[in-house]
């Protein structure tokens, strides 16, 4: 998270929520459908390992292994802005991560069933 993340975004979502106006108020419905309209990420999958022979008649080949990659989000309320709705401004903090990127050279080994 950057650094002024943790300063401007000291409430979250459910905080602001809860802080709304008594529930017969339609703010509280408002701002309860605007926050469900977005989505919460925490993806991790395995990459593929992509093989690409030097040439067409080469047992050389390029191994390029992507490995891992990771994406989680994070939604914040900023306490002190609000939008012209006059609902708090929610901030979508995204992280992306790439683990494991291995690139080798090997020899491509071609058996034959007899």
Avoid: C, H, Q, Y
Avoid at 6 to 16: E, G, L, M, N, Y
Avoid at 73 to 97: C, H, K, Q, Y
Wanted: aromatic letters at 2%; hydrophobic letters at 55%.
């Amino acid at each position: 998270m950057p650094p002024a993340a943790a300063d401007a975004a000291a409430v979250t979502p459910r905080d602001a929520v809860a802080a709304a106006p008594p529930s017969g108020s339609s703010a509280v419905s408002d701002l309860t459908e605007l926050l469900s309209k977005r989505l919460l990420l925490d993806v991790v999958m395995k990459l593929p390992v992509i093989v690409m022979p030097l040439s067409s008649t080469s047992t050389s080949a390029l191994v390029i292994d992507l490995g891992g990659l990771s994406v989680a989000n994070e939604l914040r309320v900023v306490p002190d802005v609000v939008s012209v709705d006059n609902f708090p401004a929610v901030i979508d903090w995204t992280n992306f991560g790439l683990k494991n990127i291995n690139v080798t050279r090997s020899v491509v080994v071609v058996v034959v069933n007899a």
